[in-house]
Structure formats: structure tokens, C-alpha cells
């Protein structure tokens, strides 16, 4: 299993993280196989940087050139989510597994919004002498917001899990 990183623009990570998107059509240079884990990095190409927001998905499916009329040198990538290493095989969690899910999920998501009010105060008072950008630093001020009312929700599910 390989991990590839690809750097995906705004609109098509949010479609990512939001499950709308499970697919990728992509120039098929990495030898790219079926449960190879794809490393999505949102890139903002007017600002020409990385978000620091990730997303990771594992390929399920892969249609080439020879499927189906998909362009020579290209693929079609379906994905779905990566499973956890720690998740039993017949699906049965115990309620101690449960919460150390939602403490992780919840510690992710505190780390998204943290990565993100980053992001928006370098857009709100840039010091590499580009002009403030008040739009960006909004959008990134939303995910931050996002991402910390996730936090919450996961870390009060352990909470409740655990009995507490």
C-alpha cells in the first residue's frame, strides 16, 4: 500500500470532506492501485499555499485507459474512507473503542480549526506585504468554527460513552 499526495483545490476538497466527491480523475504518474491511501491537501492557488487542512481517502476502484474511454495517461480514482487499524473485523466496538474514537475525532477537529484560525489570521494581516485578504480570512474563520463545534460534539460523545 502506497500513500500518494495530491494537492486539491478549494472547491473539490470541500466536496471531499463534505462526501459529495468520491472520485478523482487524475494523470496516472504514481502507479496508483487499488488501497493505496490518496493524502488530499487543500491548495489555494491565489494565495499560491497550502491550507494545512487534509483529508484522507483510500482507493476502492480505478478505471484506466483501456475502461471505458478514460483519457490515455489518466485515471478515474474511487474512494471511500480509510478503515482504522484498530476497528474489529466483524464490525462489533466496544464501548471503550468507541471512545477512544470520538476522543481522537475530537482531537483532529481541534487541530482542523486550530490549522485554520492559523490560515485566517494570515489572511486578515498578511505579513509577506500582500494586501489583507478579509474574504479569505472568513471562509477559513468558518471551517475554524466548523471544526471546533465538531471537537465538542466528539469530545461530549466520550464523555457520554464512558458514563461521565
Request: glycine residues 6%; negative net charge; proline residues 4%.
Amino acid at each position: 500500500m502506497n500513500r500518494h499526495e495530491l494537492k486539491t483545490w478549494p472547491k473539490y476538497f470541500a466536496a471531499v470532506r463534505s462526501g459529495k466527491k468520491r472520485f478523482e480523475i487524475r494523470r496516472n504518474d504514481r502507479e496508483f492501485a487499488v488501497g493505496d491511501v490518496l493524502v488530499l491537501r487543500e491548495f489555494d492557488p491565489e494565495a499560491d499555499a497550502y491550507t494545512g487542512q487534509v483529508e484522507e481517502r483510500q482507493i476502492t476502484f480505478l478505471l484506466s485507459e483501456e475502461d471505458y474511454g478514460v483519457i490515455h495517461g489518466f485515471v478515474a480514482i474511487g474512494f471511500g474512507e480509510v478503515p482504522h487499524a484498530d476497528a474489529p473485523l466483524d464490525g462489533a466496538l466496544t464501548a471503550e473503542q468507541l471512545a477512544h474514537w470520538h476522543e481522537t475525532t475530537a482531537s483532529n477537529a481541534a487541530l482542523r480549526a486550530q490549522d485554520a484560525r492559523r490560515v485566517a489570521q494570515s489572511y486578515a494581516a498578511p505579513n509577506t506585504g500582500r494586501p489583507a485578504m478579509p474574504v479569505a480570512a472568513d471562509r477559513h474563520n468558518a471551517v475554524a468554527a466548523a471544526a471546533e463545534t465538531e471537537a465538542a460534539f466528539h469530545a461530549a460523545a466520550a464523555q457520554i460513552v464512558r458514563g461521565r
